[in-house]
């Protein structure tokens, strides 16, 4: 197998389970030393038994701005320089319009989209500008797809896709070699499928949206991260890919 992330040194967020599990694995796979954070203290020890070697974890909130000056001191005074990231770190939510409060406004859009900023702004400033970078974000194709009872979600998903979009203009614009893209993953078994998956109206309804009468795999989602941190999407920037079996 071609490691297309030797070498690279990746930061991934949210890598206790699922995608971010996920793509933690294969970026180890393919080469890369990978930093990972995760808010939950069962799953740090789970990720730190099972990942040995080429890696290194924290436990901190991708919400937590401290946590965040902290993990970014402790990479230049080591002298790590990244060249990749992963925001991966997310949060469901599902409330209707009429029943949502500002206090669930606010904390959807800090967990989904201000920690994709914050994050993305220390890993600018982390970096070498003759560097060949690559950021890739975790959206959904609920910020794309109208669905109903999901508008704080929604809104904090097309957030990402309108900052991957700025963000990849302005970098190279200002002559950093740091490309930006997202993927928008649809349906995908994660953690939630099981519960999900009980509700057999609604899983139905699912699988009749989707052209691929299937829901998706983590692998199929990280393969994407794996080739958009790659020098091989060298001329892929400010894209956001759907990956979601055909919705409808």
């Known amino acids: 197998m071609e490691k297309l992330l030797k070498n690279k040194t990746i ?3 949210g890598v206790g ?13 393919h080469g ?18 099972k990942f040995k070697k080429n890696s290194k974890f924290f436990l901190g909130d991708a919400t937590n701005e401290k946590f965040l000056k902290k993990l970014f001191k402790y990479f230049k005074k080591n002298k790590i320089i990244l060249n990749g990231l ?17 206090k669930d406004i606010e904390k959807i859009l800090e967990v989904n989209f201000l920690s994709t900023f914050l994050i993305s702004q220390y890993f600018v400033k982390n970096t070498k500008i003759k560097n060949e970078d690559s950021i890739v974000n975790i ?9 109903i009872d ?5 809104s904090s998903k097309s957030a990402i896709s309108g900052f991957t979009k700025s963000l990849a203009l302005e970098l190279a614009e200002k002559n950093f070699n740091i490309r930006v893209n997202c993927i928008n993953p649809g349906f995908i078994k994660t953690s ?3 519960k999900f998956k009980k509700n057999k109206k609604l899983y139905s309804w699912t699988l009749s949206k989707i052209s691929a009468r299937r829901w998706g795999q983590s692998p199929e989602i990280a393969k994407l991260a794996i080739f958009l941190l790659s020098n091989k999407s060298s001329y892929i920037n400010g894209q956001v890919i759907n990956i979601d ?4």
């Open 139 to 147: 959206g959904s194709i609920v910020g794309d797809k109208p669905f």
């Open 192 to 194: 939630y499928y099981k």
């Open 17 to 29: 389970k699922g995608l971010g599990l996920e793509m933690l694995n294969n970026c180890i796979k």
């Open 86 to 102: 992963i925001n991966n770190a997310g949060q469901r939510q599902r409330i209707s319009f009429l029943d949502i409060r500002k």
């Open 11 to 13: 930061l991934i967020s």
């Open 150 to 154: 999901l508008i704080g979600y929604a």
């Open 32 to 49: 890369a030393f990978v930093y990972g954070f995760t808010r939950s203290r069962k799953d740090i020890v789970k990720i730190k038994n």
């Open 245 to 248: 079996g055909g919705w409808k």
